[in-house]
């Protein structure tokens, strides 16, 4: 039960800054690429690199990964809205778009993975 209020906290968390960033990328370029979506896309794999790589080289509490790893960056990333607004766009007839938006999610993210299990790697 403890897990749960963990991964509430977290999830709650993980939304309103899911939120803020999306308002503040469509005020920063306007709505006609989804800019939020991406950044948060690519935080939210930084930060599972890190907690991954945290929980390979120490131990990270059950508490600490059902707040982070499940809570805060399963509210956050938004692979969900992603696939949708993928759609959108590909239906509007913006296959560029579409497809940059496919190539930058995909390629960043799992290059952010990388990068935050290697911030945490070469701090060993």
Same mark, same amino acid.
């Given at each position: 039960?403890?897990?749960? =209020?963990?991964?509430? #906290? $977290?999830? +709650?968390?993980?939304? !309103?800054?899911?939120? #803020?960033? +999306?308002? %503040?990328m !469509?005020? =920063? %370029?306007?709505?006609? %690429? /989804?800019?939020? @979506?991406?950044? !948060?896309?690519?935080?939210?794999? %930084?930060?599972?690199?890190?907690?991954?790589?945290?929980?390979?080289?120490?131990?990270?509490? /059950?508490?600490?990964?059902?707040?982070?790893?499940?809570?805060?960056?399963?509210?956050? @990333?938004?692979?969900?809205?992603?696939?949708?607004? @993928?759609? #959108?766009? *590909?239906?509007?007839g913006?296959?560029?778009?579409?497809?940059?938006?496919?190539?930058?999610?995909?390629?960043?993210? *799992?290059?952010?993975?990388?990068l $935050?299990?290697? #911030?945490?790697?070469?701090? *060993?």
């Amino acid at each position: 039960m403890n897990n749960i =209020l963990f991964v509430a #906290l $977290g999830g +709650s968390i993980g939304a !309103v800054f899911r939120y #803020l960033i +999306s308002i %503040f990328m !469509v005020q =920063l %370029f306007g709505s006609a %690429f /989804p800019f939020g @979506t991406l950044l !948060v896309n690519i935080i939210g794999s %930084f930060l599972m690199g890190v907690i991954y790589a945290l929980g390979q080289v120490s131990e990270v509490s /059950p508490e600490i990964k059902a707040l982070v790893g499940v809570g805060l960056l399963g509210a956050l @990333t938004t692979f969900s809205t992603f696939s949708n607004e @993928t759609l #959108l766009l *590909i239906q509007g007839g913006a296959w560029l778009k579409a497809f940059l938006n496919i190539a930058l999610n995909l390629c960043l993210c *799992i290059f952010m993975v990388y990068l $935050g299990q290697q #911030l945490v790697f070469s701090r *060993i």
